[in-house]
Every structure is written in structure tokens, then in C-alpha cells.
């Protein structure tokens, strides 16, 4: 166990509907990172909070937003869904803004149908 | 961010040591090198990382040569549960928010 906890565990929605993932760092961990992994893409970093603020964007879809809040839990946004947002969500954290050693949650499961 | 090169898979036997190699050419003087563990439907796990030479913890050693252009994960006495995939990441501490996993090396461990 991580530590990182992550909601739902599974999300089943369809195409056009809008759904928040949550995500709750260690205790102690100020950075919260969303990754996105599926099968033809592999992982892929999303966006990236340190204490509340955006610190790092990666390869993240407009029509996705996530935010820190100040009881360091995130929240991950996804609207307007397409078939192709099929994908495991993990959510990550670190004590440091600036750190390779993450601490990655169990992953919410998201089926577009 | 340092590209990497892993094999894509590699199989071995319970109770013997297994060493993946990650190739990274154009590290620069900041890189780190990282490496994670994932099991399917879970989230990596942190094993390792390390600057230079050898790093040793519980789970893993992390060998790397003096021109810093390769690193060695080794594991000692794999069990079947060590199956899983292996990502070797290299870079500095400041892009860790941007990290690329690639596509990591498949270790199969057969009985």
C-alpha cells in the first residue's frame, strides 16, 4: 500500500459525459501528479500540483483540467469523453516538487462506452 | 529528457539474479536514474534510484559505469513475483513532473 488513495476504483460513463477523479496523496506529500495509461499509449504524464499550484503539464487534453486543493487531495476533470479516454488514471505524489521518487495510487479504471 | 533504451522483454528462472540494463546515451550531468516496477492493473512502485556507482536497498542494486551511459537494475533471487514490467527513467529532479515511462522491459519469471 502506497499510501495514495484514488476514487472511484471503476467508472463506466459514456461518450459526451463529464466525470471527476479524486485522488488523496500521502500524508506529507505536497505534489500530486495524473498519469494516463493505455494500451496503445503506455503511461503518460498528465499534469502535475505542487501545494495547490500547477508546477508541469504534459500531454493533457483541453478538454481535461485537474486542481489541487489545500488539503492536497486533486481532483482530475474529464469532459466531453470519447471512446479513446478508455484508460487507467493514476494519481501520484512526492514530498517534493522536484522528485523521481513517486508514490503511485491503485488507479481508477475508466470505460467510455 | 534523457531517451532510454530497455529490452522490451526478458525471461528467467526462480531463485536466480536478473539484470536489466537501460541504455541512456545523452544523459546529461543532472540526470538521475530511476527505475519502477508495475504489475498489471496497478501503479508503479518506486525501486530505485541512484547518481552513480552502485545503490543498494531491500528490494534492488543499481549499477552505473563511470560514463553514466548505461545503469544495470539487478535483482537478486527473483520469485514468481517479481513478474512485472520495469521502467528505467532518467532525468533531472526539476522535469520529474514530467516524467516518460517508455515502454519498459517485461520480466518474465518461469518456475
Known amino acids: 500500500d502506497s499510501g495514495v488513495t484514488q476514487t472511484p476504483k471503476h467508472l463506466i460513463t459514456a461518450t459526451g459525459q463529464r466525470v471527476t477523479l479524486r485522488c488523496s496523496p500521502r500524508?506529507?506529500?505536497?505534489?500530486v501528479y495524473w498519469y494516463q495509461q493505455s494500451l496503445d499509449q503506455g503511461l503518460q504524464f498528465l499534469i502535475q500540483y505542487y501545494n495547490g499550484e500547477e508546477r508541469a503539464k504534459g500531454n493533457i487534453l483541453e478538454r481535461f483540467s485537474a486542481q489541487q486543493f489545500p488539503d492536497l487531495h486533486s481532483e482530475l476533470n474529464l469532459s466531453s469523453l470519447e471512446l479513446g479516454d478508455s484508460a487507467l488514471y493514476f494519481c501520484a505524489s512526492s514530498v517534493s516538487a522536484y522528485s523521481y521518487e513517486q508514490y503511485f495510487g491503485p488507479g481508477t479504471r475508466l470505460t467510455v462506452t | 529528457l534523457a531517451k532510454t533504451t530497455q529490452p522490451i522483454s526478458m525471461d528467467s528462472y526462480e531463485g536466480q539474479e536478473v539484470n536489466i540494463t537501460c541504455s541512456h546515451n545523452n544523459i546529461a550531468t543532472n540526470d538521475y536514474i530511476t527505475w519502477y516496477q508495475q504489475f498489471p492493473s496497478q501503479g508503479p512502485r518506486f525501486i530505485i534510484q541512484g547518481y552513480k556507482t552502485k545503490v543498494t536497498n531491500e528490494v534492488a542494486s543499481l549499477f552505473i559505469p563511470a560514463d553514466r551511459k548505461s545503469s544495470t537494475l539487478s535483482l537478486p533471487r527473483v520469485s514468481l513475483s517479481d513478474t512485472a514490467v520495469y521502467y528505467c527513467?532518467?532525468?533531472?529532479?526539476?522535469?520529474?513532473?514530467?516524467?516518460?515511462f517508455g515502454d519498459g522491459t517485461t520480466l518474465t519469471v518461469k518456475p
Open positions: 500524508s506529507g506529500d505536497l505534489s
Open positions: 527513467l532518467v532525468g533531472v529532479n526539476t522535469n520529474a513532473g514530467k516524467s516518460t
